[in-house]
């Protein structure tokens, strides 16, 4: 008799008291092993393998294999989640939890999300909001009903941003979860290439523009792919140079050794310890002797202000914000800086003129992401707006070269 058909004879009341007795055996891991979801799933085989050893049951590799998956699920405390975060599932963006319970997926690229045949217990789905906040020091509750988390870095996984809202503001028996996955590697250009979200000679354009330490800001709307599109432009800027990237929560991933990363923090409910903001981080960078600064997505006016001054002192400097065009663009890091300031808009439009040299739109065409366009900014006002002058538009062969100058051609390939 094979083993497989020895393994087939296993009740499901039998693996699951092998789930049962594994899951004891591993009561008392430290933290770090329960983070560490691949040294957890091996902690986990071992303990399934001893458990089918101990009562004498004979199950092939597959379905012990499954159950350890299981019992990981389970110490871990992520339910469900376990078996659709990487390296479990590698094809999702994001994962949602509605308040009806019914578990939704987003797969890479897609438009619409579909739903999992799987509904959670409540109690499971509880377990798991527990495992996601807990470990960045948040809790959830009626009183604190919305908390943002994140996940760490880790192989086979490059973190994910986490949303939790409380029933009592979402309406429903189930929080509310969103897990917004990252890439789990740095982005090359060359995949950017395979996605065909630009035309090679573009890409080519860019890189150089890059290195040659033109200010860049890349912009889209939600789910476009700016911080993806970022991170491989990154790969522009040489291999020697210093930088340092302000981001909330930490995305880019760089293939370069002398980095700094700053992380915005939100102030804790009841603690004393004050937020730590993306301006504060960006005038901290200023001082930590970058050769390039990286934002990861401008939001608010504090940190556009920041910035836009760092970028104006000739700092090479990339970063993101959320426009469907450069007009519009303008108009809402116009109003986010008077809001935050009180500056004049055409001091503000003055400040967005010297500190961006190179702007580059994306958007969704033909069922996929796409770059619109990318223009040059005019270093001069012209009837008091912003003028942007075209170096690509889809169908053109190649990018035009910019009227300003930077450095020589830094690009190290």
Same mark, same amino acid.
């Given at each position: 008799?094979?083993?497989?058909?020895?393994?087939?004879?296993?009740?499901?009341?039998?693996?699951?008291?092998?789930?049962?007795?594994? $899951?004891?055996?591993?009561?008392?891991?430290?933290?770090?092993?329960?983070?560490?979801?691949?040294?957890?799933?091996?902690?986990?085989?071992?303990?399934?393998?001893?458990?089918?050893?101990?009562?004498?049951? +004979?199950?092939?590799?597959?379905?012990?294999?499954?159950?350890?998956?299981?019992?990981? $699920?389970?110490?871990?405390?992520?339910?469900?989640?376990?078996?659709?975060?990487?390296?479990?599932?590698?094809?999702?963006?994001?994962?949602?939890?509605?308040?009806?319970?019914?578990?939704?997926?987003?797969?890479?690229?897609?438009?619409?999300?579909?739903?999992?045949?799987?509904?959670?217990?409540?109690?499971?789905?509880?377990?798991?909001?527990?495992?996601?906040?807990?470990?960045?020091?948040?809790?959830?509750?009626?009183?604190?009903?919305?908390?943002?988390?994140?996940?760490?870095?880790?192989?086979?996984?490059?973190?994910?941003?986490?949303?939790?809202?409380?029933?009592?503001?979402?309406?429903?028996?189930?929080?509310?979860?969103?897990?917004?996955? +990252?890439?789990?590697?740095?982005?090359?250009?060359?995949?950017?290439?395979?996605?065909?979200?630009?035309?090679?000679?573009?890409?080519?354009?860019?890189?150089?523009?890059?290195?040659?330490?033109?200010?860049?800001?890349?912009?889209?709307?939600?789910?476009?792919?700016?911080?993806?599109?970022?991170?491989?432009?990154?790969?522009?800027?040489?291999? $020697? $140079?210093?930088?340092?990237?302000?981001?909330?929560?930490?995305?880019?991933?760089?293939?370069?050794?002398?980095?700094?990363?700053? #992380?915005?923090?939100?102030?804790?409910?009841?603690?004393?310890?004050?937020?730590?903001?993306?301006?504060?981080?960006?005038?901290?960078?200023?001082?930590?002797?970058?050769? /390039?600064?990286?934002?990861?997505?401008?939001?608010?006016?504090?940190?556009?202000?920041?910035? +836009?001054?760092?970028?104006?002192?000739?700092?090479?400097?990339?970063?993101?914000?959320?426009?469907?065009?450069?007009?519009?663009?303008?108009?809402?890091?116009?109003?986010?800086?008077?809001?935050?300031?009180?500056?004049?808009?055409?001091?503000?439009?003055?400040?967005?003129?010297?500190?961006?040299?190179?702007?580059?739109?994306?958007? /969704?065409?033909?069922?996929?992401?796409?770059?619109?366009?990318?223009?040059?900014?005019?270093?001069?006002?012209?009837?008091?707006?912003?003028? +942007?002058?075209?170096?690509?538009?889809?169908?053109?062969?190649?990018?035009?070269?910019?009227?300003?100058?930077?450095? #020589?051609?830094?690009?190290?390939?």
């Amino acid at each position: 008799m094979s083993w497989t058909s020895v393994s087939q004879t296993l009740t499901p009341e039998g693996q699951a008291e092998l789930i049962a007795q594994a $899951a004891k055996d591993l009561q008392g891991l430290t933290l770090a092993d329960i983070r560490d979801r691949s040294r957890l799933t091996s902690r986990a085989l071992a303990a399934v393998q001893k458990a089918a050893s101990r009562t004498g049951v +004979f199950a092939s590799q597959v379905l012990l294999a499954s159950l350890a998956q299981q019992v990981a $699920a389970q110490v871990g405390g992520l339910g469900i989640f376990d078996e659709l975060l990487p390296p479990n599932r590698t094809d999702l963006e994001e994962i949602m939890l509605n308040p009806d319970g019914r578990v939704w997926l987003l797969q890479k690229s897609a438009v619409f999300p579909e739903a999992y045949p799987r509904q959670p217990l409540k109690e499971e789905v509880w377990r798991a909001v527990e495992a996601l906040v807990a470990p960045v020091g948040r809790s959830i509750s009626e009183a604190q009903p919305s908390v943002d988390a994140r996940l760490p870095r880790e192989a086979g996984m490059g973190g994910a941003r986490v949303k939790v809202i409380h029933p009592v503001l979402c309406a429903g028996a189930y929080p509310a979860i969103n897990i917004r996955l +990252f890439e789990p590697s740095p982005v090359p250009p060359s995949k950017i290439l395979e996605w065909k979200m630009c035309e090679p000679a573009v890409m080519d354009a860019l890189l150089k523009l890059v290195g040659r330490r033109y200010r860049i800001l890349v912009l889209g709307g939600t789910r476009s792919g700016k911080t993806t599109f970022l991170s491989a432009l990154c790969h522009g800027i040489p291999t $020697a $140079a210093r930088i340092v990237k302000i981001e909330d929560p930490e995305e880019i991933w760089l293939n370069h050794e002398n980095v700094v990363t700053l #992380e915005a923090r939100p102030a804790l409910p009841g603690s004393e310890i004050p937020a730590y903001t993306l301006a504060q981080g960006v005038e901290d960078a200023m001082r930590m002797s970058p050769n /390039w600064l990286i934002l990861g997505e401008v939001r608010k006016g504090d940190a556009a202000s920041a910035l +836009f001054s760092a970028m104006m002192s000739d700092h090479a400097g990339l970063t993101t914000f959320h426009a469907d065009s450069p007009a519009t663009a303008v108009s809402r890091i116009s109003m986010l800086i008077y809001a935050h300031s009180g500056q004049r808009l055409e001091a503000v439009k003055m400040l967005f003129t010297q500190a961006v040299d190179i702007v580059v739109q994306l958007g /969704w065409a033909q069922g996929r992401r796409q770059v619109a366009g990318v223009w040059e900014v005019c270093p001069e006002l012209k009837g008091g707006d912003v003028i +942007f002058t075209p170096l690509w538009r889809p169908g053109d062969a190649a990018a035009a070269v910019p009227q300003r100058q930077r450095g #020589e051609e830094e690009l190290v390939k």
